[in-house]
């Protein structure tokens, strides 16, 4: 079972050669660590991150701490929402 789970990561480290530059390799980073996270934590990673960007850009200018707690995908308000 472990190794099913690194396989996408070693299926995209290809990819990721092509990122174009440092900034798109770390963007690239990022969105599959979202994605994975929100695997991990049974949510629909097209909801998840779709719910991120309306949460996020609510906010925008004054995140704080509780906010950005309530976006994390361990959040059980989430479940109803991503899933």
């Not at 390799?25 to 097209?46: D, H, R």
């Not at 996020?56 to 929402?81: D, F, Q």
């Amino acid at each position: 079972m472990p190794e099913r789970k690194i396989r996408n990561f070693a299926v995209g480290r290809n990819n990721w050669l092509f990122s174009g530059s440092p900034r798109g390799a770390k963007a690239c980073g990022v969105l599959y660590s979202i994605v994975e996270s929100a695997k991990a934590n049974g949510l629909i990673p097209y909801k998840y991150i779709l719910h991120l960007l309306k949460e996020l850009s609510r906010h925008a200018g004054k995140l704080t701490s509780e906010i950005l707690e309530e976006c994390m995908p361990w959040n059980p308000n989430l479940i109803s929402i991503c899933q």
